[in-house]
């Protein structure tokens, strides 16, 4: 299991190589990137800040939860921090399982988790300003049909 807070951007095809090649006998790998999204057109940049030790603490303790759960071979979280331009990697989740279900319910997990729990704050320049973004019902309730503690 590999977690990485990182302000540099990563090569997605390289990571995903990497995590591949490190999981001999997994039936099914699944990855995943999220990416700095503009939907009304006037995002300039998005600045994610963290607590260094803190955020890798949780994020340690949720994939060793996804492990555990969907008996994962081995799963890798890369997530960004810093200021970002739209289009930009902001994070990879990548699982592998002896079996499909496995791996996607997994990833799905980790990727709920980061979106709704993570200890990662997120600030939105545009030409009106900057403004933190707020947690949305809807990453809550996708992260509810977990039943997680985490």
């Not at 999204?37 to 994020?59: F, Q, V």
Request: a negative charge; aromatic letters at 10%; hydrophobic letters at 40%.
């Amino acid at each position: 299991m590999s977690i990485r807070v990182q302000s540099q951007p990563f090569d997605m095809g390289f990571e995903v190589q990497a995590f591949t090649d490190s999981v001999p006998g997994a039936g099914a790998v699944v990855t995943f990137s999220g990416l700095v999204r503009d939907e009304g057109g006037s995002l300039g940049a998005m600045e994610i800040e963290h607590y260094p030790g803190m955020t890798e603490k949780a994020l340690q303790s949720i994939c060793d939860e996804a492990i555990e759960r969907w008996s994962l071979t081995d799963a890798l979280i890369i997530h960004r921090h810093g200021k970002l331009s739209p289009g930009e990697q902001i994070m990879m989740v990548a699982t592998a399982a002896r079996h499909r279900s496995d791996a996607f319910e997994g990833a799905e997990f980790l990727m709920d988790f980061l979106k709704s729990r993570a200890p990662f704050w997120k600030k939105e320049f545009t030409g009106d300003g900057a403004e933190w973004v707020d947690a949305k019902q809807s990453d809550e309730e996708a992260l509810e049909r977990w039943g997680s503690e985490t």
